[in-house]
C-alpha cells in the first residue's frame, strides 16, 4: 500500500510539474519593420511598432492587413506623410476594444500628417451635378463612379492621431479619415480621430456609413461632409471639441439640391469651455451647420456648450442648428428635406434653428426639428480604445 501511494504521488508530481511548465506564457515580441511607398503585393504587418515613410499607397487589387495592437509613427520631420488605399485597394485593421490599432505621429502636435486617405468609385454629386471630381488633400486623384457597394476594405478599432497636415501642393489641409466615394461594402467601425488640425471625419460623397465614431479635439469640424455623401448606417457619433474647433457637423452638398441625404442616429456634440475658432475672425461656433444644399435626417442628438463667443468686443451666439444660406432655407429646410428630432440642447446660447443673417427666416415645417429632454446620444464603450495617455475620451 505505501508502496502505491508512494507511486502515485510520484506520477502526481510529474504531471503537475508539467502543467506548470505548460502554462507558462512567453511574451510575445513585437515585429518592427519601415512601411514605404507603393505596396504592390497583399501584406499582413503582424502585431508590432512600424515607422510609416512618405506617402503610402495601397494600389488597386491589393490588400493590406494591420493585426491588433499594432502602433504606426510617422515623423513630419521626414516631409508629407500618409496612408492612402487607392481605388480598388483594400485596408483591413483588424483593432480591438482592448488592441486598438493606432497611426500616429511622433511630435505629437496637430497637423503632423494627412491622415488616413481611402477612394474608391461610390456615387457622388459634385458641382455642377458632376459625377466625378479631383481630390483636395494635394494627391490630386480622381474620385466618384457608380459602384454603390465598393469595398474598401475594414476598418475596426482604430485611432487616427495629430493629423491634418497640407501635403503636395499645399492647396488643402487633410482630416484625420478623408474618404473619397467610398462605398456601403466598407466597414469603418469604432473610429478616433484624435487632435488633428482640420476636421475628424470628412465625406466627399460615397455611400459608406460610419458607426461608434469619436472626434476629439480636431481644430475644424469634428463631421463634415459634401459631393451628396449619402451613408445611411451611421450611428454612436461623439464629438468633443477642446481648445480650438468650428462646428460640431458641417453639412453641404457641394450646390445641389439632392433628393437623397445621409442618415445619423445618436449623435453627441459637445464644446468645452474656453474652445475658441480655428482662426481669429473666422467666426463658426455652431453644433450643426447648414449650407450649399446640405442635408440630412437625424436623431437622438445630444448638444452641450456652444455658448456665447466674444472675439474683438463683439459677442457672438452658438447655435443649435444655424442655416448659413437662404437657397438652403429654401430648398433643404422647407423642402423637409433636413430633419432633427430628439433633439436635447444644453449650455447653447441659441436652441431654435436661425439663419446666418436675419434675411434667412428659419421655420421647420411640423415635425421636422423637435426637442427632448431624454436623449441619450452616443452610447459608446469606454476602453483603451477610447483612451489616450489615460485620458479618457468619452466625457
Not at 458632376?130 to 486623384?141: P, R
Not at 461623439?238 to 460640431?248: I, P, R
Request: aromatic letters at 10%; a negative charge.
Amino acid at each position: 500500500m505505501k508502496k502505491l501511494i508512494l507511486g502515485l504521488a510520484i506520477i502526481g508530481s510529474i504531471f503537475t510539474g508539467c502543467s506548470s511548465s505548460d502554462d507558462e506564457t512567453k511574451a510575445v515580441v513585437p515585429a518592427t519593420g519601415q512601411i514605404t511607398g507603393t505596396i504592390t503585393t497583399n501584406t499582413t504587418y503582424a502585431f508590432g511598432n512600424y515607422t510609416l515613410k512618405g506617402i503610402v499607397k495601397i494600389a488597386s487589387g491589393v490588400t493590406v492587413t494591420f493585426d491588433a495592437g499594432s502602433t504606426i509613427t510617422c515623423t513630419k520631420a521626414n516631409g508629407d506623410n500618409a496612408l492612402v488605399v487607392l481605388n480598388g485597394g483594400k485596408l483591413i485593421v483588424n483593432g480591438t476594444e482592448t488592441q486598438p490599432v493606432i497611426f500616429t505621429e511622433s511630435s505629437g502636435v496637430p497637423g503632423s500628417w494627412g491622415g488616413i486617405i481611402m477612394y474608391g468609385d461610390a456615387p457622388i454629386t459634385a458641382v455642377g451635378g458632376a459625377t466625378t471630381s479631383t481630390s483636395e488633400d494635394g494627391n490630386a486623384l480622381p474620385y466618384g463612379g457608380t459602384n454603390a457597394t465598393h469595398n474598401g476594405g475594414s476598418l475596426n478599432y482604430v485611432r487616427v492621431e495629430y493629423a491634418g497636415s497640407k501635403l503636395a501642393d499645399g492647396t488643402k489641409e487633410l482630416n484625420g479619415f478623408s474618404f473619397y466615394s467610398v462605398g456601403s461594402g466598407t466597414t469603418l467601425d469604432h473610429l478616433v480621430s484624435y487632435k488633428g488640425a482640420d476636421d475628424g471625419f470628412e465625406f466627399y460623397g460615397g455611400t459608406v456609413s460610419l458607426t461608434n465614431a469619436i472626434s476629439y479635439g480636431n481644430y475644424d469640424d469634428a463631421f463634415d461632409w459634401q459631393d451628396g455623401w449619402r451613408g445611411q448606417l451611421n450611428t454612436n457619433w461623439y464629438a468633443y471639441q477642446v481648445t480650438k474647433g468650428n462646428f460640431g457637423v458641417e453639412v453641404e452638398a457641394s450646390l445641389n439640391n439632392n433628393s437623397f441625404g445621409p442618415k445619423v442616429t445618436k449623435i453627441t456634440l459637445k464644446k468645452a469651455t474656453g474652445c475658441t475658432p480655428e482662426v481669429a475672425g473666422d467666426i463658426q461656433v455652431d453644433a450643426f451647420q447648414f449650407k450649399r444644399e446640405g442635408n440630412g435626417d437625424f436623431d437622438n442628438i445630444v448638444i452641450d456648450g456652444y455658448g456665447a463667443y466674444t472675439e474683438a468686443g463683439t459677442t457672438y451666439n452658438g447655435a443649435a442648428v444655424k442655416i448659413q444660406d437662404a437657397t438652403t432655407n429654401n430648398n433643404q429646410v422647407n423642402g423637409s428635406k433636413i430633419k432633427l428630432t430628439n433633439v436635447k440642447i444644453t449650455n447653447t446660447a441659441q436652441t431654435t434653428p436661425v439663419g446666418a443673417t436675419g434675411a434667412i427666416v428659419v421655420s421647420f415645417p411640423a415635425g421636422q426639428f423637435t426637442t427632448s429632454t431624454t436623449a441619450t446620444g452616443a452610447v459608446l464603450t469606454q476602453g483603451s480604445w477610447a483612451n489616450v495617455g489615460g485620458v479618457n475620451l468619452i466625457q
